[in-house]
């Protein structure tokens, strides 16, 4: 397994859709790499980047980013987007803490919070990515009329972040804590990632909030 991990961290740093830790790319996503002006949708704690790719078949006319941390995960969505030839994606491998440092005042136009852990201790619920201390990077980069999703299989993080909303006096687009027993089930939101298959083959809700600023 070892080994396997570093022939893929060894493979990312030759993929063409992928940056790890870049110095200079703020402000240049639209430029020089998707080379057009279409929306940039990013997705937060990408994991191995299952809804990064769902959107970004889906959606051509669309600019899709996946974050993650862990280049071991990001490298199978990395080469599921270079093996089906997806100009629409790259991914991005930072610190979610430092995100704000890698876009433009507006550069992005949604932003996906899919499955992230919940921090369910009190001392670490300022690490929830949907905490006000999150909630504010965001702020410095997603466009004015941009939206925030959340989808999670946590009641916890489910109920902190409609309190977040209400608190910093958010717009509340739509939520439910029961998603595909819902209404609301559409060809983006019921793109599924690893993670969410096992929760619900466990017989556990999804819970969904949209919001913007």
């Known amino acids: 397994m070892a080994k396997k991990k570093l022939q893929r961290f060894a493979e990312l740093n030759t993929f063409t859709n992928t940056f790890q830790f870049p110095t200079s790319i703020k402000g240049t996503w639209h430029r020089e790499v998707f080379k057009n002006n279409h929306p940039i949708v990013l997705e937060l704690g990408c994991g191995k980047g299952e809804y990064t ?18 280049g071991n995960r990001i490298w199978r969505g990395a080469k599921t987007a270079l093996d089906e030839g997806l100009n629409n994606v790259a991914f991005l491998r930072t610190r ?15 932003i996906w919070i899919t499955f992230p852990d919940p921090q369910p201790n009190k001392p670490k619920i300022k ?3 949907t905490s006000s201390q ?10 004015p009329q941009g ?27 739509t939520h439910t804590d029961d998603l595909y027993n819902s209404t609301m089930i559409d060809e983006v939101l019921n793109i599924q ?21």
């Open 53 to 70: 790719i769902g959107q970004a078949t889906r959606f051509p006319n669309k600019n899709f980013i996946g974050t993650d941390i862990k």
């Open 96 to 110: 979610i803490e430092q995100i704000a440092e890698y876009f433009e005042p507006g550069e992005v136009s949604e």
């Open 127 to 129: 690490k929830r990515l």
């Open 134 to 143: 999150f909630t504010e990077r965001y702020r410095q980069f997603l466009h």
């Open 147 to 173: 939206t925030i999703n959340l989808k999670t299989d946590s009641r916890l993080l489910y109920d902190f972040t409609l309190e977040v909303i209400d608190e910093k006096k958010l717009k509340l687009l």
């Open 193 to 213: 990632t690893y993670y969410e298959g096992l929760f619900r083959a466990k017989g556990m809700p999804i819970h969904y909030v949209q919001y913007k600023f």
